[in-house]
């Protein structure tokens, strides 16, 4: 009788441990630290995740534990993700990923069976929510002053990004990159300086930002930069000079001499042509006034040959008449 008197009094008395604290985990939550709450919690559970305490960035470890009562052995141990099992049955105890992504964020639990002296059936643990956090967006490349800048023009491309607060002693190398090739490897700073802009720098860019154990890296979208060459001016219109009139009188049809070889004209010649493009302006218009002073010469030079000419039949026919008047 004493000893039935004993084995209800425990039991009454376990039972009124279990409400208050029941009780207490209900309404105290909010004022235990996550360890008290770890220890609550084994008080009423045969199985719990233990999961970290500390927020997850991605590229962080992960480590879960299928903690059972008085640290009593297992056997079948599963985790679980989303209520789907994330491999087969096994003895080990922990789950362990190296490097995490924000996709294994999610809600985790355990089952295992106790295989002694625990109540020999399969024991399942509440659920317990992992969320992942993001170490760094995306960055984003910005290019001052313009994407289109001039010739010559200074240009600075910005990788821009930002860490949590958290883990803001962590430190990120930058890469750029042009048209698939590098233009700069894994620098701490988050800046390309171009001192001189040319037609060459044009192309399409992109940077990265990475750990330094390369286990987070993130890429940007693409800009393209298009460097705007220098205004080529054109040579001022040429004018050809009037036809000069000849002071000397032509010849009368009767004392004209034979038939005399077509006279060249101040016609543009074959051999210069119009200066080809080039890349200086002031080497273009220098060009254009030495053809113009060409073409102004060889008409000079027409006009000569045709008073020469017309100077030579005059003076053959004062020739002719002297030698009529002495005979």
Known sequence: MLMKISVFEAAEDLNRVTMKLGCVLTAGVLYFPPTMLWAVQMLLDWLILQGPVSPIFEGDPLILRCQAWQDWPLTQVTFYRDGSAMGPPG??????????????????????????PGPGSPETASPVAIK?????????????????????????????????????TARLFYSFYKDSRIVRDRSFSPELQIPTASEAHSGSYWCEAATEDNQVWKQSSKLEIRVQGPSSSTAPPTLNPAPQKSAVPEPTPAASPGPQPPLSTPSKDPGFS?????????????????????????????????????????LKLETTKGSAKYE
Do not use: W
């Not at 001039?150 to 607060?165: F, N």
């Open 91 to 116: 003895p080990k105890r922990e789950l362990s990923i190296a490097v995490v992504r924000e996709a294994d964020s999610g809600h985790y639990h355990c089952s295992g069976i106790f295989r002694s």
């Open 132 to 168: 992942v956090q993001e170490l760094f967006p995306v960055p984003l490349l910005r290019v001052t002053p313009s994407a289109e800048p001039q010739d010559g023009d200074p240009v600075t491309l910005s990788c821009q990004t930002k860490l949590p607060l958290q883990r803001s």
């Open 274 to 314: 119009a200066p080809a493009q080039v890349s200086d302006p002031h080497l273009y218009h220098q060009m254009g006034i030495l053809l113009k002073q060409m073409q102004d010469m060889r008409a000079l030079l027409g006009h000569l040959v045709t008073e020469l000419r017309n100077l030579s039949a005059l």
